[in-house]
């Protein structure tokens, strides 16, 4: 018995019939926020981890900082904490910006030329460049995230920037600005990603000049937002591409459901294995200290905690995503026994 070939779509037109999902709903409002509170107050405290100094303009940030915030499908937000700071989106701009180019070239172009598959290895390996024949791997990893960039619509660097800077603010339903500072800091220490971007246009994996993409790159990765729009991000991924604060739709379901799956896959990098084991739900994170979380149908959830650890995720994130995942009914594999229909 032959499967379907790994190198094809769905056979059907999603447009023309739609298929069922699986989704439940959230408790209600009294509960969500009781929790958020109850989770906020369990780990603030917490001491582990290290804020990123790599880049220098993180490294002032302070280790004390720490907010959550869960938008459900209708667009009401459950906060606490620091939840009006603004800090760069760094790699938590990577699943969106794959949205905006799967929604410029349709998702299986961006299969075949980004790839969707795990490197098992750190987020800016040049290893996994090399060891792969697919060269990208995925769009959630530094290679695979500079060619994404460089699929961006436009000719021109500026045009690109525009596009992304956009779409990422029809995200969170507000405009979204770049911080100068950051981009500075991260343009003058970002040798490690133009030699990932030449490595690729070697290979042919670029499509864009590669230090033009690595510059648009820099400027993607310091747009400033805060734990309330990575909230609103993630619930408009849950909510089949449709903002649920501002009712406009940023792309279809058909690229949501994609953009999910990659982030179930990649989005915590060589340990995106234990965060789907452990949490069950599609997640990015980035060196700033932000995670989001997305439960398709239910809504998104979004923490802020500088102090990471050593693979550079939030510890103090990590511990209220899991905590929240089993206490709102987030786990995408959690079932129970179905009553008989007797």
């Known amino acids: 018995m032959t499967g379907l070939p790994m190198n094809q779509d769905l056979p059907f037109d999603e447009e023309a019939a739609p298929s069922r999902v699986s989704t439940g709903d959230l408790p209600e409002p009294p509960e969500i926020r009781a929790l958020v509170t109850e989770v906020y107050e369990r780990y603030r405290h917490e001491d582990g981890g290290a804020v990123a100094d790599y ?18 499908p209708w667009g009401q937000s459950f906060e606490i904490g620091d939840i009006d700071t603004r800090f760069s989106i760094q790699s938590v701009s990577k699943p969106f ?28 390996s040049l290893m996994a460049v090399e060891l792969n024949d697919q ?23 500026d045009e690109k920037w525009d596009a992304i800077r956009q ?31 030449h490595l690729l246009k070697s290979y ?28 609103v ?30 982030m179930a896959s990649a989005g915590l990098y060589e340990l995106s294995g234990d965060w789907l084991y452990q949490i069950g739900v599609p997640g990015k994170s980035g060196v700033s200290g932000a995670i989001v979380t997305v439960a398709p149908g239910k809504g998104g ?42």
Do not use: W
């Open 55 to 72: 880049i220098p303009a993180l490294a002032d940030a302070s280790p004390d900082l720490f907010g959550i915030a869960v938008v459900n």
């Open 97 to 124: 910006v794959f949205a905006l180019v799967c929604d410029t070239l349709g998702y299986e172009e961006a299969r075949v030329r980004l790839g969707v598959n795990s490197t098992g290895f750190p987020f800016n």
């Open 135 to 157: 060269r990208t791997m995925n769009p959630l990893v530094n290679a695979g995230a500079i060619a994404t960039t460089s699929l961006a619509p436009g000719a021109t660097a």
């Open 167 to 197: 779409r990422l603010s029809a995200f969170a339903g507000r405009e979204l600005t770049m911080s100068d500072e950051v981009y500075a800091s991260e343009s003058a220490t970002n040798l490690r990603n133009q030699g990932i971007a």
């Open 204 to 231: 042919e994996r670029l499509y864009f000049d590669p230090d033009e993409t690595t510059d648009v790159y820099t400027r993607q990765c310091s747009l400033e937002v805060t734990v309330h729009d990575l909230a």
């Open 233 to 262: 991000m993630a619930a408009t991924l849950a909510n089949g591409g449709v903002n649920p604060v501002t009712g406009e739709t940023v792309i279809g379901p058909g690229v949501c459901r994609r953009v999910l799956a990659v």
């Open 301 to 342: 959830l979004a923490t802020y905690s500088p102090p990471l650890d050593a693979a550079g995720n939030s510890v103090r994130g990590q511990l209220a995503t899991k905590y929240l995942a089993e206490r709102l009914g987030l786990n995408l594999f959690a079932s129970v026994p179905a009553a008989h229909p007797s």
